[in-house]
């Protein structure tokens, strides 16, 4: 797959080393979309989602799952037949299988950031969500971008026709046949995550790390916003704004409301209070980061 | 004549929008040729539809409009012409009517005499008229929700368009839509044809056209297709049927371009799971449709349509991945179910204070107590008038009726909230009853549900939605036109229907009191309810609305008596002679209005000396009492016909006398008199508010 859209003149980057719980979440995606320039880049994308742990028991449900995560700014007028080719060059012989394209849209309130699109079905499995991205950050697209999420331990468990994501073959001796499975090399990281999250979270603590992290992230948008809108400031200490680790802290943000959230720290009424917090911090520095794009480029 | 076609060529339209903006376009198209004159007599309109494209086949289109001629009056001769040379108004309206001064000509008519001008009009072509103006009907469609794909933003549709064809016979008409330039070339199905464009050389050739490439574009053909095997595969396993499901049908119809029909199973044990589960999961996750035996009971089996024509292998490889991603989802469910089982119900109606029911409000935690003081309420109510019922097992429900929204299978398959209680409920042996109340009470969810059987499931029902609406009302969230967030109409329809087709011995006002005792929204809240029964007896029980607003006036309290003094007036309004007595009744109350407005008062009905007036006097108090009697046993229909035969003595009377005669006395006891008939025998409906012809 990384080949395929590398011929295609993606720009092939390595996944985030943030935790994050989307590949959309990765500045490759929310920050790039941004702005006027064109941008192509695929990634796989490790992706946290605490709730969904279930301690390496369930055989569909993982605490962290890989997104191959492709943005294709603008989209190019063939974008579904690419993204067919694209199952194609992984193996899957279309001719062969059921498909289609079920209404599906997609948002990130935190991120201020929705879609529309669709769920791609294969013989009844979700394998991709395919979205032509509307907003970001609160901002209004143009131009607009596809972006094409692959689940890759669902496709890997269609291609290799197993029915535990755990049963997946990673590798395969070349000498003895003996393979290394899904199981082998993340198993023990599902279950003991589990168990952090749901379990030994210390909830004052991520309190304390949400607040501290907060309180960076928003010293550091308030200085943003002093150095972009003084006319006296030149282009280059503009660009030279650290906006790039402001949005980490609001990532850390992110990632921490999803560990309170699955160790129950969290209630309803709270929950779109703190949303809203992150919310401010994502926005912030979308609106920041497009205001020094403009700024960078005079 | 020509035939036109026109097809637009767009990515996956989502499934639910595709039948109303086909029937929109066909609607705009028929519109746009019919406006033009451009539809021949018996043209005819025919319209297309799948995943991938909208499209308009119009036979009998006119190859351009035909030439016409209009006479247009201006100023008159003395203003526009002074000694026979043009003035500045002559030359307005020449330039307006769009022709030479010269050619204006003097138009004699009974006022006077005037300029006119003779405008020709040379008719516009077809290619033309639709080149200029489809594309604005095109993209003006409705879709509920949009999008922007090209740079610039110039235009939201629901998916980019790839493609237009528009043709007039075998001629392109070369319109544009969305950067598009029409052309003939369509596209066939994406996988059985591929990226491969499919020429259409003649408009009427469309179908056959796209069927050469996997596609059927007629939506009632799809659903024939579809339909015809779904029986055909079942009919594979003995005994068998597929479970009817017609919004899945056209579900399925709208999300394939060539359907077919596989078989697939799974293993027994699932069907330890509730039906509800599997059945959910199947059409509601997987757009399967479920298969059941010979007794009604769910098989192992389940039907998936393909958006495709598989060979043998191909089928047996779809199925299997169809049957795995089921099994999975299905081990999830029942992952949860076991889970659930762990903390009962009863535990978990104080973890309920951490689910929000309304943010202003409170929890569902708060909500439950509300709820049992409403039901108790209620309850205390029904027992008195000897409605039979077990007390307890209803407090039991109130109080479990919302725990199931902690439970992991509700937060996985919402649609199943109270279904799941219920079958919990009966799992954990909390008594049949109680079981039975929490797994309907959410029905009716729509005017086509039934409505709960049980007494205590209809009690439930009552409380939860009444206490919801009045307690929305009291934090001003009323509903405003189409915006209605919290459901609030929905669920007073809900309450209608369950007084309506229950034995329940409640009022409207019974059930509003329980819940706003002397709150402020009492009256807002019986306004809200009353708006709610009319519509039901409108909508849903198809009564006239003349009969509605009539039979309301006189009373909206008791639904079921509302339905059938509507019943009632319904069969009598068929009659000659009851028309006609409600005609009298309108003039009856227009005079005792203009009296009032004069301020002449009611007199003493006794002191009427013409015969006429005496003889109305007589026979309404000869009728009074059988109808007092009839319309206590709600025998409207009789009652009705009852007063119809008061149609002579009415009419006598009004042909006769002068109701408001100049002596004060006489015109005293006329006014009262027929304020009498008018309030003796409006109480089964306000019969001046039917509508004669």
Sequence with gaps: ?298 | MSDFLFELGLEEIPARMIAGAEAELGRRVTDLLTREHLLAAGGTVTTFSTPRRLAVLAEGVLARQADTEEQLTGPSWKVAFKDDAPTAAAQAFAKKAGVDVSALQKVTTPKGEYVGATVKRAGRSASEILTADLPKEVLALYWAKNMYWRAGKPERFVRPVRWVIALLDSEVVPLEIAGIAAGRESRGHRILHGDVPVPVFQACDYSKSLLGAAVVVSVADRRQIIRKALDAVTRTVAGARWREDEPLVETVVHLTEWPSVILGNFDREFLALPEEVLVTVMRDHQKYFAVEDAHGKLAPHFLAVLNTRADEEGAAIIRHGNQKVLVARFKDARFFWDFDQKTPLKDRVESLKHVTFQKELGSYHWKTEQNLHVAQALAGLVKAKGTKFDEAALLKAVELAKTDLTTELVKEFTELQGIIGGLYARAQHLGERTALAIYEQYLPASMEDNIPVCVEGQLLGLADRIQTITSMFWKGFQPTGSKDPFALRRAANAIIKILAESDLPLTLGDVINESAQGDLVYGETAIFLRERLNFYLKEVRGFAYDVVNAVLAAGADDVRDAIARAEGLAAARGSEDFVAVSAAFKRIKNILRQAEEKGFALGNSGHAKAAEAVGLRDAAAKVAPEFEKLRGQRNYAEALALIATLRPTVDTFFDKVMVLDPDETLRGAHLALIHEVLSNFSTIADFSEIVTA
Excluded at chain 1, 18 to 38: C, I, N, Q, W, Y
Excluded at chain 1, 66 to 79: C, E, R, Y
Excluded at chain 1, 128 to 149: K, S
Excluded at chain 1, 173 to 183: F, K, L, R
């Design chain 1, 1 to 298: 797959m990384q080949s395929f859209w590398a011929e295609r003149g993606c720009v092939l980057q390595q996944p985030y080393d943030v935790e994050v719980g989307a590949g959309t979440m990765a500045p490759e995606t929310f920050l790039r979309v941004l702005g006027p320039r064109p941008y192509k880049v695929g990634y796989a994308q490790p992706s946290r989602r605490p709730a969904d742990g279930r301690y390496g028991e369930n055989p569909n449900r993982l605490f962290k799952h890989t997104q191959f995560q492709l943005i294709l700014k603008p989209p190019p007028v063939n974008v579904q037949e690419l993204y067919l080719e694209s199952l194609e060059a992984m193996g899957i012989d279309l001719r062969q299988h059921d498909l289609k394209f079920e209404e599906d849209n997609w948002e990130w309130p935190a991120g201020g950031a929705w879609g529309v699109g669709w769920q791609v079905m294969l013989d009844g499995l979700e394998i991709t969500q395919f979205t032509y991205f509307q907003q970001c950050g609160g901002l209004d697209l143009d131009p607009i971008c596809a972006e094409l999420t692959y689940g890759m331990e669902r496709i890997a468990a269609f291609l290799q026709d197993v029915d535990s994501i755990y049963d997946i073959v990673w590798a395969r001796d070349p000498e003895t046949g003996a393979p290394i499975t899904y199981g082998d090399v993340r198993l023990a990281e599902e279950l003991q995550f589990s168990v952090y999250n749901f379990e030994y979270a210390d909830v004052p603590r991520l309190w304390e790390h949400f607040n501290s992290f907060e309180a960076e992230a928003k010293s550091l948008l308030e200085q943003a916003s002093a150095v972009l809108n003084d006319e006296k400031a030149s282009p280059a200490e503009k660009r030279r704004f650290p906006l790039l680790a402001t949005y980490e802290l609001a990532l850390k943000c992110s990632n921490l409301f999803n560990l309170l959230d699955a160790r129950g720290a969290i209630s309803v009424t709270e929950r779109v209070g703190i949303i809203g917090r992150i919310r401010n911090l994502a926005v912030g520095v979308a609106k920041a980061y497009a205001a020094q794009q403009a700024a960078a480029s005079q």
